[in-house]
Nanobody, 119 residues
């Protein structure tokens, strides 16, 4: 019943911008932690941005000041605005949700969307 579907990836030149979107179902944003992760080619998955239920957004050091995560409660979507893109931002980007349960949480992932930054 929980579903995450990413969109908005593509090819962009260095310095350009992209906006990723994650369409969700079966998630209550106010009690769940939403996040974006990415996996560059040949590297391990890393946190890009997260929106915890307490406090403001959290960003990975490499994207601070360039990326912005936001939630749209009316549309049940999670967005990632990416500006001033660099070649090292090239990766598959995944939407992630942690949903609370009695003894912890359930974690769900989208299928991923490819972002390629190249001249």
């Amino acid at each position: 019943q929980v579903q995450l579907v990413e969109s908005g990836g593509g090819l962009v030149q260095p310095g350009g911008s992209l906006r990723l979107s994650c369409a969700t179902s079966g998630i209550i944003f106010s009690i769940s932690t939403m996040a974006w992760y990415r996996q560059p080619p040949g590297k391990r998955r890393e946190l890009v941005a997260a929106m915890p239920t307490v406090g403001g957004p959290i960003y990975g050091d490499s994207v601070k000041g360039r990326f912005t995560i936001s939630l749209d409660n009316a549309k049940n979507t999670v967005s990632l605005q990416m500006n001033s893109l660099k070649p090292e931002d090239t990766a598959i980007y995944y939407c992630n949700a942690r949903i609370p349960i009695r003894a912890g949480f359930n974690e769900h992932w989208g299928q991923g969307t490819q972002v390629t930054v190249s001249s």
